[in-house]
């Protein structure tokens, strides 16, 4: 059983030799009674009685060195009343005989009555002997008495120097030297501090101290506690050799004389019944079968979680203990970033923005027109556009439902909008079939040809259709016939550019302005014989093969005005047909409106007042706020211009000076070319075809960037609004959570590449919506929002479509989902608990009101002036 004994808990020499036998006897007794107590157990009930005995020796242990802590003190007490006696019996002996020598002259009273506050006779009883120093000269005794009263009552005055720094003199400055023959231990002068944030960290930090004769542990422990940032509450000086130092105990006596100066700064541990773990290991078994390594029975782990307390059990879980210990920051910096000017600055741009998206793209009539123009052509009962699959249904959309909509005046179309200009026919066709346009001729007879696919530089069909040409020989210019185009001829794509026509994007490909056109003016005065003569031309386009294998493309284009709502629509139908004998129907209807059109000066008027109100905002952004943020930024500790810059504020207040001025550049520059000449363009319509794509696309993309700022100032606008608590909670956390997940983000994304990929080979040949690699994206983005539409499920592929949904439900919704929620739910309690745990705590009162709404000057006239009351009091304040 000695074996099984700790080291011991204190190595001080000055511990007290009886309480040391004493508790050697008590050892010896008790070991024998465990010896017997041994024999015939097993294992298991010995090494439970092992722990029994090593619990009831350290609170032995423990008790005793609390014992020696209260000697030790009493010790000290003792001997500091007996000094403090015997000073007094030799202070009274001393003025006994004074007060007998100035009897004897003067019969009573003197210096010492006034020292000690009262007559000699009654303030000091007589000396049993007589002092030899009464025979001395009686001036010599009196000046001695007084210089020891006066030196041990009155305070020792320090001088200064004409700056105010105290002088030392040199007996100050002196180190007392302790002599090492009075028994006393060695002198030490420097100790050395290591600091441990926990008992089971492994960073260790160093710090030596100067130390007096006088400086006690307390003193050391608080200023070390001060120096690292900790409470001192909760951390206690150790020696190296594993005992606690007292607080009142002198640095002097703390080591042995072979003991290093050095003491271990780490936190309290509460009290344990059991012994630690790694004491637990150091003292079994080295050899056999109760080795370190073996596992420890389940009864003793139980034990030993029971017996954990709250404090260990934090410290083992990763994140917990600093979660738990987490105080308010009481975090207000962001505030200081907040002035009222500048919520008056996006405010008013908020509203602007608004009111210009309003005016140029009215959110109901722009949809009811379209929808209105769209569906005479796409939703007629005759032949709907979308339903097209072949040629002959193609031929038979063109010679019936177009003119009935676009030349009979009392049409669905023509009874509510106007349709000025020209309606143009566009075909576009690829060369002549031959051996070498086919992918892998060397394989081939030479007797079969192939078309080109597709319809590109290189491949077009240029020749001129000799049976249209003598057909359309008379007709050019006849009942509202163009006589600028002919659709025998083909036109090069430089001059369709001409008419104002762009490239469009089909289904298969891209089609430039190229090909064979004929042009019918829907202003002709005589609407039957345009009719006539279109239908009748169009018979003979069917007739003369104008649409026929080569084909690849037929558009319909046109442009109508509905003066209800001051809009204008531009109409593209596309007939697209690949050499796989389908037909393939695309179609963009859009409304527009042009913001300096002659028909509409109070619009342009309202604009370019908003404009320039705007672009003044803007302005004051940047030569205000930008500033503003950046200096604020710069005075907040751990802020840095370019970090503010780069971050979300600064990057939107740069987005939104950039993306207004590209508007007012592009609006006055580029667009203000199209308005100053609204007679030419009026003149056009009239006289030929003009397509305004190039009007449609500068309004979509001045919408798009009016959208976009508007976007901007909401964000930044939501940003101003961190005034309140909970909105600065919301903020932050979706900020932090942001930054939380970018890592996160980076390994989503290929994996959900993965995904389209996957998703693009299953279905991209069966399902439209797959059918190329951005729509098959959508498609899967669509899925991941909820859309059971986007979910085809093809009969072949069936299997493989249930693994892939399966893989995108988990790897989604119980992955990432999960993992974002998770991560948002952690920052917001993180954040709510040290930046607004109390809400009361950051109320706002009538002096912050003050301060933040008015200037520095008028603030302060406010609080001195009229309200001086709702001035916060100072610590100052409190103590007067």
């Given at each position: 059983?000695?074996?099984?004994?700790?080291?011991?808990?204190?190595?001080?020499?000055?511990?007290?030799?009886?309480?040391?036998?004493?508790?050697?006897?008590?050892?010896?007794?008790?070991?024998?009674?465990i010896?017997k107590?041994?024999?015939?157990?097993?294992?298991?009930?010995?090494?439970?009685?092992?722990?029994?005995?090593?619990?009831?020796?350290?609170?032995?242990?423990?008790?005793?060195?609390?014992?020696?802590?209260?000697?030790?003190a009493?010790?000290?007490?003792?001997?500091?009343?007996?000094?403090?006696?015997?000073?007094?019996?030799?202070?009274?002996?001393?003025?006994?005989?004074?007060?007998?020598?100035?009897?004897?002259?003067?019969?009573?009273?003197?210096?010492?009555?006034?020292?000690?506050?009262?007559?000699?006779?009654?303030?000091?009883?007589?000396?049993?002997?007589?002092?030899?120093?009464?025979?001395?000269?009686?001036?010599?005794?009196?000046?001695?008495?007084?210089?020891?009263?006066?030196t041990?009552?009155?305070?020792?005055?320090?001088?200064?120097?004409?700056?105010?720094?105290?002088?030392?003199?040199?007996?100050?400055?002196?180190?007392?030297?302790?002599?090492?023959?009075?028994?006393?231990?060695?002198?030490?002068?420097?100790?050395?501090?290591?600091?441990?944030?926990?008992?089971?960290?492994?960073?260790?930090?160093?710090?030596?101290?100067?130390?007096?004769?006088?400086?006690?542990?307390?003193?050391?422990?608080?200023?070390?506690?001060?120096?690292?940032?900790?409470?001192?509450?909760?951390?206690?000086?150790?020696?190296?050799?594993?005992?606690?130092?007292?607080?009142?105990?002198?640095?002097?006596?703390?080591?042995?004389?072979?003991?290093?100066?050095?003491?271990?700064?780490?936190?309290?541990?509460?009290?344990?019944?059991?012994?630690?773990?790694?004491?637990?290991?150091?003292?079994?078994?080295?050899?056999?079968?109760?080795?370190?390594?073996?596992?420890?029975?389940?009864?003793?782990?139980?034990?030993?979680?029971?017996?954990?307390?709250?404090?260990?059990?934090?410290?083992?879980?990763?994140?917990?203990?600093?979660?738990?210990?987490?105080?308010?920051l009481?975090?207000?910096?962001?505030?200081?970033?907040?002035?009222p000017?500048?919520?008056?600055i996006?405010?008013?741009?908020?509203?602007?923005?608004?009111?210009?998206?309003?005016?140029?793209?009215?959110?109901?009539?722009?949809?009811?027109?379209?929808?209105?123009?769209?569906e005479?052509?796409?939703?007629?009962?005759?032949?709907?556009?979308?339903?097209?699959?072949?040629?002959?249904?193609?031929?038979?959309?063109?010679?019936?439902?177009?003119?009935?909509?676009?030349?009979?005046n009392?049409?669905?179309?023509?009874?509510?909008?106007?349709?000025?200009g020209?309606?143009?026919?566009?075909?576009?066709?690829?060369?002549?079939?031959?051996?070498?346009?086919?992918?892998?001729?060397?394989?081939?007879?030479?007797?079969?040809?192939?078309?080109?696919?597709?319809?590109?530089?290189?491949?077009?069909?240029?020749?001129?259709?000799?049976?249209?040409?003598?057909y359309?020989?008379?007709?050019?210019?006849?009942?509202?016939?163009?006589?600028?185009?002919?659709?025998?001829?083909?036109?090069?794509?430089?001059?369709?550019?001409?008419?104002?026509?762009?490239?469009?994007?089909g289904v298969?490909?891209?089609?430039?302005?190229?090909?064979?056109?004929?042009?019918?003016?829907m202003?002709?005065?005589?609407s039957?014989?345009?009719?006539?003569?279109?239908?009748?031309?169009?018979?003979?386009?069917?007739?003369?093969?104008?649409?026929?294998?080569?084909?690849?493309?037929?558009?319909?284009?046109?442009?109508?005005?509905n003066?209800?709502?001051?809009?204008?629509?531009?109409?593209?139908?596309?007939?697209?047909?690949?050499?796989?004998?389908?037909?393939?129907?695309?179609?963009?209807?859009?409304?527009?409106?042009?913001?300096?059109?002659?028909?509409?000066?109070?619009?342009?008027?309202?604009?370019?007042?908003?404009?320039?109100?705007?672009?003044?905002?803007?302005?004051?952004?940047?030569?205000?706020?930008?500033?503003?943020?950046?200096?604020?930024?710069?005075?907040?500790?751990?802020?840095?211009?370019?970090?503010?810059?780069?971050?979300?504020?600064?990057?939107?207040?740069?987005?939104?000076?950039?993306?207004?001025?590209?508007?007012?550049?592009?609006?006055?520059?580029?667009?203000?070319?199209?308005?100053?000449?609204?007679?030419?363009?009026?003149?056009?319509?009239?006289?030929?075809?003009?397509?305004?794509?190039?009007?449609?696309?500068?309004?979509?993309?001045?919408?798009?960037?009016?959208?976009?700022?508007?976007?901007l100032?909401?964000?930044?606008?939501?940003?101003?609004?961190?005034?309140?608590?909970?909105?600065?909670?919301?903020?932050?956390t979706?900020?932090?959570?942001?930054?939380?997940?970018?890592?996160?983000?980076?390994?989503f994304?290929?994996?959900?590449?993965?995904?389209?990929?996957?998703?693009?080979?299953?279905?991209?040949?069966?399902?439209?919506?797959?059918?190329?690699?951005?729509?098959?994206?959508?498609?899967?983005?669509?899925?991941?929002?909820?859309?059971?539409?986007?979910?085809?499920?093809?009969?072949?592929?069936?299997?493989?479509?249930?693994?892939?949904?399966?893989?995108?439900?988990?790897?989604v919704?119980?992955?990432?989902?999960?993992?974002?929620?998770?991560?948002?739910?952690?920052?917001?309690?993180?954040?709510?608990?040290?930046?607004?745990?109390?809400?009361?705590?950051?109320?706002?009162?009538?002096?912050?009101?003050?301060?933040?709404?008015?200037?520095?000057?008028?603030?302060?006239?406010?609080?001195?002036?009229?309200?001086?009351?709702?001035?916060?009091?100072?610590?100052?304040?409190?103590?007067?």
């Amino acid at each position: 059983s000695s074996g099984l004994r700790g080291p011991p808990v204190s190595h001080r020499s000055d511990r007290h030799p009886g309480v040391d036998a004493k508790s050697g006897a008590m050892d010896g007794g008790h070991d024998d009674e465990i010896d017997k107590e041994l024999e015939g157990l097993d294992i298991a009930k010995i090494r439970d009685k092992i722990y029994t005995v090593q619990a009831d020796q350290e609170r032995q242990t423990e008790n005793i060195e609390r014992l020696q802590e209260k000697l030790k003190a009493l010790n000290y007490e003792l001997a500091a009343r007996k000094e403090e006696a015997e000073r007094q019996k030799r202070l009274q002996q001393r003025a006994a005989s004074v007060q007998q020598s100035n009897a004897q002259e003067s019969g009573g009273g003197g210096i010492l009555a006034t020292l000690f506050g009262g007559s000699a006779g009654s303030a000091i009883q007589p000396a049993s002997s007589a002092d030899p120093a009464a025979d001395g000269d009686e001036e010599e005794i009196t000046r001695r008495a007084v210089e020891e009263q006066l030196t041990m009552w009155m305070p020792e005055r320090k001088a200064h120097n004409e700056f105010g720094v105290r002088k030392f003199t040199e007996r100050e400055l002196m180190v007392e030297r302790v002599d090492r023959a009075d028994g006393e231990g060695k002198s030490v002068d420097t100790v050395l501090i290591t600091y441990l944030s926990s008992e089971r960290s492994d960073d260790k930090f160093h710090l030596s101290y100067r130390v007096g004769r006088n400086t006690t542990s307390k003193m050391l422990r608080e200023d070390s506690c001060r120096y690292w940032g900790i409470s001192e509450v909760e951390y206690i000086l150790w020696t190296v050799s594993g005992a606690k130092v007292a607080d009142d105990m002198r640095i002097q006596n703390c080591f042995l004389d072979t003991e290093p100066a050095h003491l271990i700064l780490k936190p309290k541990v509460p009290k344990k019944t059991v012994a630690p773990e790694k004491i637990l290991m150091e003292i079994r078994e080295k050899k056999g079968r109760n080795k370190r390594g073996q596992k420890k029975p389940q009864a003793q782990v139980a034990q030993m979680q029971e017996t954990e307390s709250i404090f260990e059990h934090m410290a083992k879980i990763p994140g917990v203990w600093k979660f738990m210990t987490q105080r308010d920051l009481k975090a207000v910096e962001h505030i200081q970033m907040i002035r009222p000017l500048s919520i008056c600055i996006y405010s008013l741009i908020l509203i602007l923005t608004a009111i210009t998206m309003g005016l140029l793209k009215p959110p109901v009539e722009g949809y009811t027109c379209r929808l209105g123009v769209q569906e005479t052509l796409n939703a007629n009962p005759q032949q709907p556009f979308d339903k097209i699959r072949s040629t002959h249904e193609a031929w038979t959309w063109l010679s019936s439902v177009v003119p009935r909509q676009l030349f009979i005046n009392n049409s669905d179309l023509r009874s509510s909008n106007y349709v000025p200009g020209w309606v143009r026919i566009r075909m576009q066709q690829v060369r002549k079939p031959a051996r070498e346009h086919c992918p892998n001729a060397e394989f081939l007879s030479e007797s079969i040809a192939c078309y080109d696919q597709r319809y590109i530089d290189g491949t077009h069909g240029t020749e001129d259709l000799e049976g249209i040409r003598q057909y359309w020989t008379d007709k050019a210019g006849v009942d509202g016939r163009s006589n600028s185009t002919f659709p025998w001829k083909y036109r090069t794509d430089k001059e369709g550019r001409e008419d104002g026509m762009a490239p469009r994007s089909g289904v298969y490909q891209d089609f430039d302005a190229s090909g064979y056109a004929v042009d019918y003016n829907m202003q002709h005065g005589n609407s039957t014989a345009l009719d006539a003569a279109y239908v009748k031309d169009m018979l003979k386009f069917r007739e003369a093969g104008w649409i026929n294998d080569r084909t690849r493309a037929v558009h319909v284009t046109f442009t109508v005005f509905n003066g209800n709502y001051d809009l204008w629509v531009l109409n593209w139908f596309l007939m697209e047909m690949p050499p796989t004998g389908l037909v393939v129907t695309t179609r963009d209807v859009d409304t527009f409106r042009p913001e300096h059109d002659v028909e509409n000066p109070q619009l342009h008027e309202s604009l370019q007042i908003i404009d320039s109100v705007r672009l003044i905002l803007v302005f004051g952004i940047l030569v205000y706020q930008i500033p503003f943020d950046v200096y604020t930024a710069s005075k907040i500790p751990g802020g840095s211009v370019c970090r503010h810059l780069l971050g979300p504020l600064g990057g939107c207040d740069i987005s939104i000076v950039c993306v207004y001025l590209t508007i007012y550049i592009m609006r006055w520059l580029y667009t203000v070319s199209i308005g100053d000449e609204p007679l030419v363009r009026s003149r056009r319509l009239s006289e030929s075809y003009w397509d305004e794509i190039s009007s449609l696309t500068a309004y979509r993309l001045n919408i798009l960037l009016e959208a976009f700022v508007l976007m901007l100032v909401v964000f930044r606008f939501g940003y101003l609004m961190r005034l309140n608590r909970y909105v600065y909670l919301i903020c932050a956390t979706i900020q932090r959570s942001i930054y939380r997940c970018f890592r996160f983000f980076l390994v989503f994304t290929p994996i959900l590449v993965g995904f389209v990929v996957v998703a693009h080979a299953l279905w991209g040949v069966l399902v439209p919506e797959y059918r190329t690699f951005w729509s098959s994206a959508t498609s899967v983005i669509m899925i991941l929002l909820g859309d059971l539409s986007a979910i085809r499920i093809v009969q072949s592929e069936k299997p493989w479509a249930t693994v892939f949904l399966v893989l995108l439900y988990v790897f989604v919704v119980l992955f990432f989902i999960n993992t974002w929620v998770a991560v948002l739910v952690q920052e917001y309690q993180k954040i709510r608990v040290s930046s607004g745990y109390d809400p009361k705590d950051y109320r706002w009162t009538e002096y912050n009101y003050v301060n933040w709404f008015l200037p520095e000057t008028l603030a302060r006239l406010y609080v001195s002036k009229l309200r001086p009351s709702i001035k916060p009091k100072t610590a100052e304040d409190e103590d007067d």
